[in-house]
Every structure is written in structure tokens, then in C-alpha cells.
């Protein structure tokens, strides 16, 4: 007869239970809908408008919209550049860094992307309580049947009981102000600012070793003239030397050959020093030790100079990497906002278990044993001395930042790009002039040696002819070099071969 009252007991209070997890059930599902139909609180993101200019002033500006093409680096036609530049993916370390941000980033929108769904969990247990006079076991209350051989008790007596419990439990946070929306849209921000962060790092890298490289082939074509002047110098100082056997110069005129002839050597000799200090820069920017990389000399250098099409000036609001990364970086700044005015709003959870409570484990699993709980629970803050509207307050000083920022990278970006148009028209320019006054220079060498020869002339005449057209040879080689790197500035600043629309749409997804 107990043990039918106790039964008919847990059969109405799993009743009661059930009519109790019903309507939990449907305020959850009522505050899902909201959760999820809500507005989010804060701002949404508008990009910061600036003013920007409609043409580049310089001349030399082009109006195609094209971007360079995506190696651009081809454009140079030089297959030694073009291995150099392919192996900064592999092994740059700035590279592999960013890279490493950009993958903390992404497993970072994944953690704010998990906050949408429960957490799920299960626990178990087993325990075994002695109790004294006037305790009572989990059947005197209807929640579990005793069994022989338990220990359990009569009310009022002492003795020994087991317990055992398996359940599930969930437990979910409801979004119904947004803040986890705002949340997941800072993370996916912040992964998009560090993917345009790799492809600056890789412009970057890609500008340097280019620049680099041509620098080392103008050293080449530089320590190529200055042996040939070292030689000329050489049998400069033979004829001297001859003419002095016999009289007909003084000995000054033989030290003067000679001090040509050493100073020619001590350029050569600075340039290889340069040469050496290149080749080493290049193997540090592809990863590789310096003592067991070389490029070997060419003297055949292909010195092409390519036309870079600028496209106009609002285009460098989207092909360069840097300027996208910032962008990313305000409206990330600007979601921040909105997770900590969430905070002025109480949080909602919803917990739930599922399970099953006995004194023996052998009847466990009985439907009379099962245990179902549902609750909403509602949580704020009522006074915190001003601590929530501090913290909104840093949001939206920091998004103020990172506007001014933005804008700061737009005027530099403006800056690099009209410098760089100067640049490639003053060594056009130049070089028209240098390439006059090196053959100009070179034959007032040629007519001063010979009259030297005749006798015309004094030698002083000779050195100073021969100084200045080895300046003037040395300036033209600087001068192709500098239109070299001037164009590998002017496409990187530009933002290369860049697509930034393919890259953020793959980006955080």
C-alpha cells in the first residue's frame, strides 16, 4: 500500500513538472523570436566620408582604371625577379606572421559565432549518506523508491542510503539586445583587418626585395663600368709612364695616372661592399641564411622601366591593403560600441535539464525516475558607479580613433602616390639630360687623351676630363636604377595586383 502511494506521488509530481516545462518552453520560444527579430543595440556601421581628389596633379598621372596586373612584378621582365618575388610566400617571416594573426582572428569569429547556440552538457553521480536519528532518504519525499538491501530508512530512524543521478543539462543565452550579434560583427571586422594586414605584409615584402634586386643589378652594371674605367685608367698610366721613361712628362703626371687609377678601384671596391649588403637584405625577405645565398652578376641586365597605369585617385580607396585594413579596423571599432551599450540591458539565459534520479541503479532508468527542469533567468547590473558608461565611453573614443587613423592612411596613401608621380618625372627628365652630358663627357675625354698624346695638353686636363665623364657614367647608371624603383613604389603604393573585393568576401565567413 506505501509503495502505491509512493508511486501514485512521483507520477503526479512529473505531471506537475511537465505542466511546468510547457509554458518555459513557450516564453523561450517567444524570446528566441525576439532574439533573433531584434534590433542590436549601438550604431550600425556607415564608412566615414572624406573628401578626396578627383586627379592626380602630376603630368605623368595616367586615367586608365586598370590596376596593375596581379604579379606585377613581371612587368619588369626579368625571370631571376620573378623566382625572388615567388618565394617571399613561402618562407617571409613578416608574411608567416601576419598570417599567424590572421588565423588567431578567424578561430576567434568561430568562438563568437558558438555564443548563438547552447552549451550542452551532462552530468553524472553516485553517492552513499549515513544519516543520524530523524533524517530521512530520498523516498520519505516521493522522489525515489527504495529497495532492498540500500540501507535505506523509516522516517525518524537512522541508516544508510544511496542516490544516483544521470542528466543533461543546456544552457543558452538569449541575444535579445544583440550584443552577441555585434560581438560575432567585431570579430569578422578584426579577421577581415588582419587579412588586408597579410596582404600589406606581402606588398610589402614584394616592394622591398624588388627594389632590392634592381639596386643589386645597378651595382652590377656599376662595378661592370667601373672596371672598365679601372682598365682605361690603366693604360692611361702606361702611356704616362712611357712618356715620363723618356722625358717628355714630369713624374707628377705619373702619380696623378696612379691616383686615378686607386680611386676608380676604391669606388669598385664600395660597390661590391653594396653589392654584398643587397644580396644579403634579399635573403633575409625570402627567409633564406645569408652565407648560402648568391645571385650571380650579369652584365646583360635587362634595364626596362614599365608604364604603370595610376587609374584615379578615389580607386586607392580600395586597392590598397593598408587602407582597407584601417577601414575594417573602424567598423570593427564601431560594433565594440554597441556590445558595451548592450550592457545597460539585463542578460537573459535560459537553462534546461533532462535526466533521471534513483536510490538504485538497477531502476535508474525508470520513467518514474525522470527529472525535467526549464528556467529563464534574467540578470543587471543596478548600480556600478558609473562603470557601464565609462566603458562606452572607451568604445567610442576608440572608434573616434580608429577614424582618425583612416583618414590618416587615406592623406599618407595620397602622399606616397603624388610622391611617387614626381619622382618618375623628375628621373625621366634626368635621364634625358645624364644620358647628353655622359656621351657629351665621354668624348671630351676621348679628344683630351688625344691631345695629351700630341702634346697639347698638360695631364691635369686629362684627370679632370676623366673624372667627369666617369661621374656622368655613374649618374646615367643611378638614374635607371632610380626609374626602376620609382616605378616599383609608384604600383606598390598603388596596392599592387590586389583584389581586396574577392578577399574580404572570403574572409570570416
Known amino acids: 500500500m506505501r509503495e502505491s502511494l509512493m508511486h501514485e506521488s512521483k507520477i503526479h509530481e512529473s505531471e506537475m513538472r511537465v505542466r511546468a516545462f510547457r509554458p518555459a518552453g513557450r516564453v523561450a520560444a517567444v524570446l528566441l523570436v525576439a532574439a533573433l527579430c531584434g534590433c542590436a543595440i549601438g550604431p550600425n556601421y556607415k564608412r566615414p566620408a572624406m573628401e578626396t581628389p578627383q586627379h592626380y596633379k602630376n603630368a605623368v598621372a595616367t586615367s586608365s582604371t586598370a590596376p596593375p596586373p596581379d604579379a606585377w612584378w613581371t612587368m619588369f621582365h626579368d625571370p631571376m625577379l620573378d623566382r625572388l618575388i615567388n618565394e617571399v610566400d613561402v618562407s617571409n617571416q613578416n608574411l608567416a ?86 560581438e560575432l560583427e567585431n570579430a569578422k571586422e578584426s579577421a577581415r583587418a588582419d587579412l588586408a594586414d597579410i596582404a600589406y605584409a606581402r606588398l ?21 663600368l667601373l672596371g672598365d674605367t679601372v682598365k682605361a685608367y690603366q693604360r692611361t698610366l702606361e702611356i704616362t709612364s712611357n712618356r715620363y721613361k723618356v722625358g ?64 584615379i585617385p578615389t580607386t586607392l580607396l580600395k586597392r590598397r591593403p593598408d587602407i582597407m585594413a584601417a577601414e575594417h579596423n573602424v567598423a570593427a571599432a564601431n560594433a565594440e560600441i554597441g556590445v558595451e551599450e548592450a550592457n545597460y540591458f539585463p542578460q537573459l539565459t535560459l537553462t534546461g535539464s533532462y535526466g533521471f534520479l534513483s ?63 614626381a619622382a618618375v618625372d623628375w628621373d625621366r627628365q634626368q635621364f634625358d639630360i645624364l644620358k647628353k652630358d655622359s656621351a657629351a663627357a665621354d ?62 568576401e572570403t574572409a570570416a565567413r
Open 248 to 311: 717628355t712628362v714630369a713624374k707628377s703626371d705619373v702619380l696623378e695616372a696612379e691616383t686615378s687609377v686607386f680611386s676608380a678601384q676604391q669606388q669598385e671596391a664600395a660597390t661590391r661592399l653594396q653589392r654584398a649588403q643587397l644580396e644579403d637584405a634579399i635573403a633575409a625577405l625570402i627567409g633564406r641564411p645569408a652565407s648560402d645565398f648568391h645571385i650571380a652578376p650579369r652584365a646583360d641586365w635587362n634595364t626596362t622601366i614599365p608604364n604603370v597605369p595610376t587609374g
Open 97 to 182: 606572421e601576419a598570417s599567424a594573426a590572421y588565423a588567431e582572428a578567424v578561430a576567434a569569429v568561430s568562438e563568437a559565432r558558438s555564443t548563438f547556440f547552447p552549451s550542452l552538457g551532462v552530468s553524472a553521480s553516485a553517492e552513499r549518506v549515513k544519516s543520524g536519528a530523524g533524517a530521512a532518504p530520498l523516498s520519505s519525499f516521493g522522489l525515489g523508491a527504495g529497495t532492498p538491501g540500500s540501507g535505506s530508512a523509516a522516517s525518524g530512524s537512522g541508516g544508510t542510503y544511496s542516490t544516483y543521478q544521470l542528466s543533461g543539462t543546456a544552457t543558452w543565452e538569449l541575444d535579445v539586445w544583440g550584443q552577441l550579434r555585434r
Open 204 to 224: 610589402s615584402a614584394q616592394d622591398q626585395l624588388a627594389a632590392a634586386y634592381l639596386e643589386l643589378r645597378g651595382a652590377d652594371a656599376e662595378i661592370q
Open 359 to 421: 536510490e538504485s541503479l538497477g531502476t535508474l532508468f525508470e520513467a518514474v525516475n525522470r527529472t525535467r527542469e526549464a528556467a529563464l533567468s534574467a540578470s543587471d547590473t543596478l548600480f556600478n558607479f558609473g562603470g557601464t558608461q565609462a566603458k562606452v565611453a572607451q568604445a567610442r573614443a576608440a572608434y573616434h580613433q580608429a577614424v582618425a587613423t583612416y583618414f590618416q592612411t587615406i592623406l599618407t596613401a595620397f602622399q606616397d602616390v603624388e610622391n611617387d608621380l
Open 443 to 504: 668624348e671630351n675625354e676621348q679628344l683630351t687623351l688625344n691631345e695629351y698624346k700630341a702634346g697639347t695638353v698638360d695631364f691635369t686636363t686629362v684627370v679632370v676630363a676623366q673624372t667627369a665623364a666617369l661621374s656622368a657614367r655613374l649618374s646615367l647608371a643611378e638614374i635607371t636604377v632610380s626609374e626602376q624603383t620609382a616605378a616599383v613604389s609608384l604600383v606598390t603604393d598603388l596596392g599592387g595586383g590586389w583584389r581586396p573585393a574577392a578577399a574580404v
